[in-house]
């Protein structure tokens, strides 16, 4: 997969998003930043990853998210041979998952 290459205009637009300090405010700069399409875009192929990482087939994420197949194929190739980003962050996710349901087992027990 090509990279993008750094450039300082680009490191700057990073270094913001790194500045937001929570879910609202990252909600409310994404809205500034993009269009009603480019978010819908970047949401749903974020999802598509999601269902594609937890072992989804194609023609079911075509039905529950809408995607196109090549939507879907782009997202793949991505996940296979990405920088791996996307899994770096779904590990990360769910470790948090693991740690909260062990905290709720542990508060239960």
Known sequence: ??????????DALYRAILRLRDEDECYDFFQDLCTVSELRSMEQRFEVAMLLNEGMIYNEILE??????ATISRVNRSLSYGTGA????????????????????????
């Open 86 to 109: 996307y899994n770096r962050l779904f590990d990360e996710i769910r470790a948090e998952r693991e740690a909260a349901e062990a905290a709720d087992t542990d508060e239960n027990a």
């Open 64 to 69: 529950r998210t809408g995607a196109s197949s």
């Open 1 to 10: 997969m090509v990279k993008i290459g750094k450039k300082k205009k680009s």
